[in-house]
């Protein structure tokens, strides 16, 4: 089992990004997929999750409005849209499953709730 992301990059502020999240060993749309980011000298923090069983997706109030997740369940695909990216958004973003494929909107942001982490891509946004 294994994820793989990226299509990190450098941007400017303003700009967007797509990551790109890559499941293999798994059917990915059976799972909860997360987007996590740690910035420089801070704690990996939740940034969404969408969970395929009720169809809902939890957003971090920094990025309500300008990030968005889809799937392509026949690639085994997640994505990351990053839109009206800001510096404050500079970090290596994750991604993460969760067996299940639901997540209670109070845990998603737990790490420990999810069983499987892609290695992260760097995401830097010029001012």
């Known amino acids: 089992v294994q994820l793989q992301a990226f299509g990190g990059g450098l941007v400017q502020a303003g700009g967007s990004l797509r990551l790109t999240c890559v499941g293999s060993?798994?059917?990915?749309?059976?799972?909860?997929i997360g987007w996590f980011r740690q910035a420089p000298g801070k704690e990996r923090e939740g940034v969404l999750c969408?969970?395929?069983?009720?169809?809902?997706?939890y957003f971090a109030d920094s990025v309500k409005g300008r990030f968005t997740i889809s799937t392509d369940n026949t690639e085994n695909t997640a994505y990351l849209q990053l839109d009206n990216l800001k510096p404050e958004d500079t970090a290596v973003y994750y991604c993460?499953?969760?067996?299940?494929?639901?997540?209670?909107?109070?845990?998603?942001?737990?790490?420990?709730?999810?069983?499987?982490w892609g290695q992260g891509t760097k995401v830097t946004v010029s001012s």
């Open positions: 993460a499953a969760r067996e299940g494929g639901w997540l209670a909107s109070d845990l998603w942001v737990e790490l420990s709730e999810y069983n499987y």
């Open positions: 060993g798994f059917t990915l749309g059976e799972y909860a």
């Open positions: 969408f969970s395929p069983v009720d169809g809902r997706t």
